[in-house]
C-alpha cells in the first residue's frame, strides 16, 4: 500500500504548506519507504532516512520555498513490484526535450506525472499490448503504467490485475489536464462482490481540491471528506469533478492468484496505527480527537495537530508540545486540571452542566482565556470576570488567525505554519489556586 495526496488549485494560489503537509504525514502510516512532492514542474524525493514525509519536509527546499501553487502532488511509498531505490519513488513523471536556440543547453520539461496507490501485477502484459515500442526493463508497474496513460490513453482500466488508485496530470495541452482514478473489482475471480481497491478521498470547495488516501486528514484541512466514486475516469476542471467515462472491471480481479490470498512480507516493521489529529472546533473554541470526542487528560501531539501516542519518541521534524486538555479545552498546568476536575465533583453536576455553569472560571485556567458566551466572544480577566474581546485569535495547530472586533469574528486570514499558534504557552501562569477555591466554595452556597 502506499499514501497519495494532493492539493490541486483552479488557478494559482498562496501554497497552502501547513494543509499539504498535514496530508502527507497523515499519509506516512501507508508509506515508509520513500516519498516524494511535484509542485507545478518542480520535484523532489526523500529516501533513507528522508523516507517518511514528517523527516523529509522539515529540510525539503522545495517545500520550504515555494510561495504559490496551483496543481501539488504528494506520495508516500511502501514498495511492491521494483524495489526501494529513488528511481522508483513517486511521483511519477516523464519528460521531453524542450526546443531550445543554437548554443543553448538542452534542457527537459515535465510533460505528465502521476501518483499511484496499488499494484499492477500484469504490467509487462499491458506494456507489449499497448507500448510495444518501449522498453520497460527494470521500471516498476507504476513507471510502466504512466507511460501507458502517456502514449496510449487509459483502455488499459479495463484489463489490470491488482490495485489503482491514483491522480495524473498532463501538461500537453494548453491547460493541464488532472486525471484522478478510484479502482473497484473482485478480488478473486471467484468472488461475487465488486470492492474498492485502494482508498481515495477529497473534498472540493472554495475552487480548490483536496485528495488524500487518508479520509481523516481531508477532513481536518478542509472540513469534509468525501470517496471519490469508484471506477470512474474523472477530471476536475472549473471547480468541479467531472466524469470522462466510466470503465467496466468486471473481467479483471485484484489478486494475482486464483487459488491464495497472497501474504505480504515487507522485511521489517512499519506501524499501521491510524494515525489521529488534533480537531480544533473554532466556532466554539474547542479541541477534539478523530474519534469527535473531546480531548481530557494529558495530550502530546506536534504542531501540525498529530498526537503522538506513548510509543512515539522524539522526532527531528518539528516540536512537540505536552498539554492538558479539560473536556476540550487545552490549560496551562496539569495543577489547573487536577483543581477543575475537584471542582466537578464537588459540585455533583454531570459535565455538561458544570462546563456551562462555570465556563468563566474553566476558560480563566485556559491558555488563551478566550470562549464564546451567547453570541459573542468573551476573555476570562478573571476567574470570576469577564470583557468583551477585540484582538487576534489563532488556536493551536492551526494556520488560521481571526480578528475579533467587538466579540465579533472577522478573516480568517491564513499564515505560513502553526507555529506562532503555541505562542501563548509562552506567559507563565501565576494562579491564586487556594483563593480561588475559597471563592469556588462561596460560589455554590
Known amino acids: ?15 497552502d504548506y ?21 509542485i507545478d514542474g518542480k520535484v523532489e524525493y526523500g529516501i533513507g532516512q528522508k523516507a517518511d514525509f514528517e523527516v523529509f519536509f522539515w529540510t525539503s527546499e522545495l517545500l520550504n520555498t515555494t510561495e504559490t501553487a496551483r496543481i501539488a502532488l504528494g506520495h508516500d511509498r511502501k514498495a511492491s513490484i521494483g524495489g526501494i531505490s529513488l528511481e522508483k519513488a513517486h511521483p511519477i513523471i516523464i519528460e521531453e526535450d524542450v526546443p531550445v536556440a543554437e548554443g543553448e543547453e538542452p534542457r527537459k520539461e515535465i510533460k505528465f506525472v502521476m501518483i499511484h496507490n496499488g499494484t499492477i501485477y500484469n504490467y509487462e502484459e499491458l506494456a507489449k499490448k499497448y507500448i510495444p515500442d518501449i522498453d520497460v526493463k527494470g521500471m516498476s508497474d507504476s513507471q510502466v503504467i504512466a507511460r501507458i496513460m502517456y502514449y496510449s490513453g487509459f483502455d488499459f482500466l479495463e484489463e489490470y490485475n491488482g490495485g489503482a488508485a491514483f491522480v495524473a496530470v498532463d501538461y500537453r495541452g494548453k491547460e493541464p489536464e488532472v486525471v484522478i482514478w478510484h479502482g473497484a473489482s473482485k478480488k478473486y475471480s471467484t468472488s461475487n462482490e465488486i470492492e474498492e481497491e485502494r482508498p481515495l478521498f477529497c473534498n472540493f470547495d472554495n475552487n480548490r481540491l483536496v485528495i488524500s488516501s487518508v479520509c481523516s486528514s481531508v477532513q481536518i484541512v478542509d472540513g469534509n471528506c468525501f470517496e471519490v ?13 467531472i466524469l470522462i467515462k466510466r470503465i467496466d472491471r468486471s473481467k ?9 490470498a497472497p501474504v505480504t512480507n515487507y522485511g521489517g516493521y512499519h506501524s499501521t496505527t491510524p494515525v489521529a489529529f488534533v480537531r480544533t472546533i473554532e466556532s466554539s473554541n474547542i479541541y477534539k480527537g478523530d474519534d469527535n470526542k473531546l ?17 512515539d ?18 490549560l496551562k498546568e496539569k495543577r489547573a486540571y487536577t483543581f477543575l476536575c475537584k471542582a466537578q465533583k464537588r459540585t455533583k453536576l454531570d459535565i455538561a452542566h458544570f462546563l456551562e455553569t462555570y465556563k468563566n472560571l474553566i476558560r480563566y485556567f485556559s491558555v488563551d482565556q478566550l470562549f ?3 453570541t459573542i466572544f468573551y476573555k476570562a480577566t478573571g476567574p470570576w470576570s469577564k470583557q468583551v474581546y477585540t484582538g487576534n485569535f489563532q488556536m493551536l495547530t492551526t494556520a488560521n488567525v481571526y480578528y475579533f472586533l467587538n466579540g465579533y469574528r472577522n478573516g480568517p ?15 507563565v501562569p501565576n494562579y491564586d489556586y487556594k483563593t480561588i477555591w475559597k471563592e469556588f466554595i462561596q460560589s455554590m452556597e
Not at 500500500?1 to 501554497?15: K, L, R, S, T, V
Not at 479483471?252 to 491464495?260: F, H, L, W
Not at 480531548?295 to 510509543?311: A, E, P
Not at 519518541?313 to 479545552?329: D, R
Request: charged share 20%; aromatic share 14%.
Open 1 to 15: 500500500m502506499c499514501g497519495i495526496f494532493a492539493i490541486i488549485n483552479q488557478e494559482e494560489q498562496p501554497f
Open 18 to 38: 501547513q494543509s499539504f503537509c498535514t496530508l502527507g504525514c497523515a499519509n506516512d502510516r501507508r508509506g515508509g519507504d520513500s516519498c516524494g512532492v511535484f
Open 229 to 241: 466514486p469508484t471506477n470512474s475516469l474523472i477530471t476536475y476542471r472549473n471547480g468541479r469533478l
Open 252 to 260: 479483471s480481479q485484484q489478486n494475482k492468484k486464483i487459488e491464495y
Open 295 to 311: 480531548l481530557d487528560g494529558y495530550i502530546r501531539f506536534t504542531s501540525f495537530g498529530k498526537i503522538l501516542n506513548k510509543y
Open 313 to 330: 519518541g522524539v522526532t527531528l521534524t518539528e516540536k512537540q508540545h505536552s498539554i492538558w486538555f479539560f473536556q476540550g479545552i487545552p
Open 372 to 374: 464564546y458566551d451567547t
Open 413 to 427: 486570514i491564513r499564515v505560513t505554519t502553526s507555529y506562532d499558534s503555541f505562542n501563548v504557552m509562552k506567559d
